[in-house]
């Protein structure tokens, strides 16, 4: 071999050992920061995409929590997704109220899942779903009706529930009251809060925001699946959230409505019409983004 070819070579080899060295080092830093985000905590909410209905998994370490429970169909999949997700126990279901597409597998979930605690509103359905419900849980031994305001803590979540202050009032009318009597919840992790409505219509709200309660939150899962009614213009005024996220379909999705609103109020909007609808917190800071 020439002086040119072994340099030639020489230089390959060289150049081989710096990208080797150079491939290990990217390598080992990808690791070290994969570890590192690894062991960071996170809680997250993750709204499956089921349609019109509401189903919401909570997760704080081995904690899980489930408020609502889509329709009576959505029962196998939503434990499927539960079990991919490793989960066969429940700290909490919560039924925010008993119309078909919040309490609808709930019986199911009940009689397939190892449930902790049952919390829902203190009024009586009049649907078959809910009559299935009543029914799963009669040998359980942890089920509370709410009917006044709670507070409680799971992991490292702190939960403040609220049931409809004056029942009697929603109550009085021929009509539907059903989403009214929704339980509202206030979740915080670490510095960030997130608010859960349920259903609730514009008695309830105006109800909410003539309390004392401090309604200011950072994250908002819409009522009604972005359905709009003048009330709303108030209750996101007191709310002031940054992170907005509608359960919806694309048969029927929210209100162009609802959106101006929140796109008025420079407000980030989520919507589970295609996709499950994930957020992640580290007690910081809030992510959303949208999963499969």
């Known amino acids: 071999m020439n002086k040119n070819g072994l340099a030639k070579k ?32 996170f809680f997250t909410i993750t709204a499956f995409s089921i349609g019109k209905a509401d189903a919401l998994l909570l997760q704080e370490g081995k904690t899980a929590i489930l408020v609502d429970t ?31 597409d919040h309490v609808g597998s709930a ?26 419900f009543l029914k799963s849980l009669e040998a359980h031994s942890d089920v509370r009706r709410i009917t006044e305001s709670i507070q ?30 929704s339980l509202v919840a206030d979740v915080v992790y670490g510095r960030q809060s997130f608010l859960l409505t349920g259903d609730i219509e514009k008695k309830r709200i105006a109800q909410m925001l003539s309390s004392d309660v401090d ?31 509608i359960c919806c379909s694309e048969k029927k999705p929210a209100e162009d409505k609802t959106l101006k609103l929140l796109e008025e109020r420079q407000i980030s909007v989520w919507d589970t019409s295609r996709y499950l609808v994930v957020t992640m917190c580290d007690g910081e800071t809030i992510e959303v983004q949208y999963g499969l």
């Open 10 to 41: 020489n230089l390959a080899g060289i150049l081989g050992l710096i990208l080797l060295v150079l491939g290990f080092w990217i390598w080992g830093k990808g690791f070290f920061q994969s570890a590192s985000e690894s062991e960071k905590e």
């Open 70 to 100: 889509g329709e009576k169909e959505d029962g196998p999949f939503l434990l499927q997704e539960l079990e991919k997700r490793g989960i066969r126990r429940l700290e909490l279901l919560m039924v925010t109220h008993f119309d078909k």
């Open 107 to 132: 019986s199911f979930l009940m009689e397939n899942l190892d449930v902790e605690m049952v919390i829902m509103p203190d009024y009586e359905g009049d649907r078959e779903e809910y009559y299935a």
């Open 152 to 181: 409680f803590s799971i992991g490292k979540l702190d939960w403040t529930v609220y049931p409809a202050e004056d029942p009697e009032a929603i109550q009085d009318t021929e009509e539907e009251y059903d989403n009214d009597m």
């Open 215 to 245: 309604w200011r939150h950072d994250w908002i899962k819409m009522p009604h699946h972005g359905r709009y009614q003048k009330a709303l213009d108030e209750l996101i005024e007191q709310v002031e959230p940054s992170w907005a996220v």
